[in-house]
Nanobody, 115 residues
């Protein structure tokens, strides 16, 4: 069973930074993509950023230029560096592993940005 464990969430003021980490129990090079999704209260879960097995990255427009996804292959860990945070970034952030057979999800980490 694949496990994804997120950490790094918390309370931060607008304009601040946080770095989220996701440790995977599988080799992240073996998956199609690793991604960070978020779900704000009353809203649907949305993809924030992802990195493919080949290393290509993608971002939703709302975070381009502020967030950076990266990975440490040796540690099977994916990071999300979040800068210039805004109150609209407040959400539970989930790590996702997209494999050939199915998607796996972590339990999420809460990010709260105060104005």
């Amino acid at each position: 069973q694949v496990q994804l464990v997120e950490s790094g969430g918390g309370l931060v003021q607008a304009g601040g930074s946080l770095r989220l980490s996701c440790v995977a129990s599988i080799k992240i090079l073996s998956v199609n993509a690793m991604g960070w999704h978020r779900q704000a209260p009353g809203k649907q879960r949305e993809l924030v950023a992802d990195v493919t097995g080949g290393g290509g990255t993608g971002y939703t427009d709302a975070v381009k230029g502020r967030f950076t996804i990266s990975r440490d292959i040796a540690k099977n860990t994916v990071y999300l560096q979040m800068n210039s945070l805004k109150p609209d970034d407040t959400a539970v952030y989930y790590c996702n592993a997209n494999t050939r057979n199915r998607d796996y999800w972590g339990k999420g980490t809460l990010v709260t940005v105060s104005s």
